[in-house]
T-cell receptor, first 111, second 115 residues
Framework: QKEVEQNSGPLSVPEGAIASLNCTYS??????FFWYRQYSGKSPELIMS????GDKEDGRFTAQLNKASQYVSLLIRDSQPSDSATYLC???????????FGTGTLLAVQP | EAGVAQSPRYKIIEKRQSVAFWCNPI?????LYWYQQILGQGPKLLIQ????????DSQLPKDRFSAERLKGVDSTLKIQPAKLEDSAVYLC?????????????FGSGTQLSVL
């Protein structure tokens, strides 16, 4: 089992729709969770962090965390073509404090 | 505020050759990371420095990879000799403190192609 798992996609959504990106992790001791956006040929940039169960909203982005199910998700409302990128889920390991990345989900927002 | 600087941006070498990458972190950032990102995968930590000391190099292939941060500021990562599977983007990142990922900033990366 991979430490952090994501569906590689591509996930294709029409402009204006809600994009839902999912991530599962194996380390039950993990306490910090991050979503990075990576445009093609560019470096990752942090868009959301979440530490407690429930939802955290920031503009059009909502991160959701369920530690019991070891599941974290990112919702993007009113998706725009400029949101087309790879979204990386990253989990801070409870055992090592190191940041473990998933393989990323490619999101394509169709105009 | 200047970001994390990396050079070169691209590098093409043949297998068994050597290559070096340079990184200058954000001013004042004590922690520096080197990540390897193979196409289609997420970044994988190679080595982490706190000031000029190594915190974690457990995933660094030490038979061919080496890294240093002698004065606790900029850093170099070297591969000698390179293998085909080393083709990847090498990302440098920095943060203010140890394991404080809330403020982790990446450089633009060096894309390495080994032929």
């Amino acid at each position: 089992q991979k430490e952090v798992e994501q569906n590689s996609g591509p996930l294709s959504v029409p402009e204006g729709a809600i994009a839902s990106l999912n991530c599962t992790y194996s380390d039950r001791g993990s306490q910090s969770f991050f979503w990075y956006r990576q445009y093609s040929g560019k470096s990752p940039e942090l868009i959301m962090s979440i530490y407690s169960n429930g939802d955290k909203e920031d503009g059009r982005f909502t991160a959701q965390l369920n530690k019991a199910s070891q599941y974290v998700s990112l919702l993007i409302r009113d998706s725009q073509p400029s949101d087309s990128a790879t979204y990386l889920c990253a989990v801070k390991s409870g055992a090592t404090n190191k940041l473990i990345f998933g393989t990323g989900t490619l999101l394509a927002v169709q105009p | 505020e200047a970001g994390v600087a990396q050079s070169p941006r691209y590098k093409i070498i043949e297998k068994r050759q050597s290559v070096a990458f340079w990184c200058n972190p954000i001013s004042g950032h004590a922690t520096l990371y080197w990540y390897q990102q193979i196409l289609g995968q997420g970044p994988k930590l190679l080595i982490q420095f706190q000031n000029n000391g190594v915190v974690d190099d457990s995933q660094l292939p030490k038979d061919r990879f080496s890294a240093e941060r002698l004065k606790g500021v900029d850093s170099t990562l070297k591969i000698q000799p390179a293998k085909l599977e080393d083709s990847a983007v090498y990302l440098c990142a920095s943060s203010l403190g140890l394991d404080t990922y809330e403020k982790l900033f990446f450089g633009s990366g060096t894309q390495l192609s080994v032929l």
